[in-house]
């Protein structure tokens, strides 16, 4: 058979470690999916394109090497925008096949005909057509590196005549990964040992960029006697065996954590990059190191920044600070832990007089659930419930929305993260919500044989969103859901599913779901008046549900302003 471009593409791609990719086939697909029939990746069928940009992400994330997906011209590959937009912000190596009409027909309007450029340069660290055979193994290459070196999304625009052209001869190219080693000057390094040896009650903020580099931080906390707050996304990384731990800040945080930012003196950034400026301190020195440079006071003004890999410099850093014996910061701040995961916990408790508590719902799948679990969780409250309630092992992995913020993430991230791993339980805390708009792809569990595990949080609304109108002072406004049983609709599909309503029956049925040969669905019934309670509630907030509930209560809607109050009390 004469081999052709799209198989010099795949195969460069399979060279590059692309193990999977996910898609829907389509016309001028055609070739490449060919390709990938006779190559050793295997093709995940997704039901919509999105999802399988949301599972790419996941799958690289969490491997760390190169996943791709595809799709045909036109609506097929413009499908895949959200779950591209979501991998690119989580910084995920993904390459995007987005195949195109033929060449001679581009620039006349040709139906189906999309500008896929124009459509992905704001997702990605590369976006190139394949213009002739010729560019093929060379084109693929760069965008695999780039993918790779960059950490974002790559998108080869291939035209259909291109991908069913016969090869051409080419130069042998191919990815190379380079590992620098990153660290500041010595004279920065001097500069911020200086700096922190000045401080007196030094806190330091964890992101994503201490990923391996847990050792490092604890040592240098321990020398300083200071507390570690952590970003959501660095949790997996810095919270496990982690005894200067004191959490995460921002909404979804505790009062521990804004406390350790906000009362500190000096206060150390390390691969962070959290974007709300009202939870840095307004008075502290400011350091920050950052493999980015870009990223150096780019949420909050610092008084020194320097780059440099976490770890790294950190080894680097922590020989020239002094030794200290002083802990009053420490001990204050580990106190205001203690009380702060009391607070959070106390609705984490079964009562059958009311709906399910969903924070006793995580907490429970958490207990039944194995050490080296990986969770995805919906943008809004399982996401948050997820991140308080879900205690991070040392060998689970937690995969949510947070920069991108999408809702529908969790059950499609599972279905990449198993794909990926498939001796490792994957679970799903998907919103009723964010479930419902990909529900499709629950057909992708049994004929892919993934056994992900969902768990529906069905509290028949937009929770978030709706808790988000009545701090504003609102009435909550089309955040109806009129939902299906869940269960009964994933046994229809071929799942394991069963419904629960009452907290006394939650033990046994998370047992029973996460026991359950192949892919199950557990869809609990809980409380629509649970609320995210942020880590320092703010006056505005408290007038704005003030303004609410008296509007409610004019509204003739006194009773869902009763629960509303009657939830925060309690």
Not at 386 to 398: D, E, I, S
Request: hydrophobic share 45%.
């Amino acid at each position: 058979m004469t081999e052709t471009t799209a198989d010099v593409i795949v195969d460069t791609l399979a060279r590059a470690g692309v193990r999977r990719c996910y898609g829907v086939p389509g016309d001028t697909l055609n070739h490449v999916t060919d390709a990938i029939r006779r190559s050793g990746i295997r093709w995940v069928h997704v039901r919509h394109e999105e999802a399988g940009g949301f599972a790419a992400g996941a799958e690289a994330m969490l491997t760390g090497e190169l996943a791709a997906c595809a799709g045909s011209c036109g609506p097929g590959s413009l499908h895949f925008v959200n779950g591209i937009f979501e991998s690119h912000r989580n910084r995920a190596p993904v390459v995007l096949i987005a195949s195109q009409i033929v060449r001679d027909e581009i620039g006349f309007d040709f139906p189906q005909e999309v500008d896929f450029r124009a459509i992905y340069a704001s997702c990605s660290v590369f976006c190139e057509e394949i213009r002739t055979p010729a560019q093929a193994r060379r084109m693929t290459a760069m965008a695999a590196q780039a993918a790779l070196a960059r950490r974002g999304v790559a998108v080869l625009i291939v035209p259909a005549d291109v991908a069913r052209a016969p090869a051409a001869k080419s130069p042998a190219f191919e990815v190379h990964r380079a590992r620098p080693r990153v660290l500041p000057s010595e004279p920065e390094l001097t500069a911020l040992a200086e700096r922190l040896n000045a401080g007196r009650r030094i806190a330091i903020y964890g992101g994503s960029g201490c990923e391996g580099a847990r050792e490092a931080v604890t040592a240098l906390a321990e020398r300083l006697g200071a507390p570690v707050a952590h970003t959501s996304r660095a949790k997996d990384f810095l919270e496990p065996g982690n005894s200067f731990d004191v959490g995460m800040t921002g909404v979804f945080g505790s009062e521990a954590g804004a406390h350790a930012l906000g009362a500190c003196d000096t206060l150390l950034l390390l691969g962070c990059d959290f974007a709300w400026r009202q939870f840095y301190p307004s008075k502290a020195t400011i350091l920050q190191v950052d493999l980015d440079a870009t990223h150096l006071g780019r949420r909050h003004p610092v008084d020194l920044g320097v780059v440099g890999d976490v770890r790294e410099t950190l080894e680097a850093l922590t020989p020239r600070i002094a030794p200290r014996a002083e802990r009053a910061f420490l001990d204050e701040c580990l106190a205001h832990r203690t009380r702060a995961r009391k607070a959070q916990e106390r609705h984490a408790v079964a009562d059958d007089s009311r709906p399910i508590h969903p924070q006793y719902l995580a907490l429970t799948v958490a207990r039944h659930a194995a050490r080296d679990a990986v969770f995805t969780a919906d943008g809004g409250s399982p996401m948050v419930w997820c991140l308080r309630h879900v205690p991070a092992t040392g060998r689970n992995r937690t995969i949510v929305s947070l920069t991108h913020g999408t809702m529908a993430n969790a059950m499609p991230q599972a279905l990449g993260a198993q794909a990926a791993f498939p001796d490792r339980q994957v679970i799903s805390m998907s919103g009723d919500g964010g479930l419902a708009m990909l529900f499709g792809d629950l057909m992708t569990t049994v004929q892919e044989r993934l056994p992900i595990k969902i768990c529906v949080f069905d509290n028949a609304s937009l929770g978030f969103v709706e808790l988000e109108q009545k701090v504003e002072g609102l009435l909550d406004a089309y955040t109806d859901l009129m939902n299906p049983d869940f269960a009964q609709v994933a046994q229809a599909m071929g799942l394991w599913g069963r419904r629960v309503e009452r907290a006394s029956d939650l033990d046994m049925a998370v047992h029973d779901w996460l026991a359950a040969e192949g892919p199950a669905l557990l869809d609990v019934v809980t409380d629509r008046y649970e609320l995210v309670m942020p880590p320092k509630v703010e006056a505005s907030q408290i007038y704005g549900a003030a303004l609410y509930s008296a509007r409610a209560v004019l509204a003739g809607r006194g009773r869902e302003a009763a629960a509303l109050i009657r939830g925060a009390l309690s």
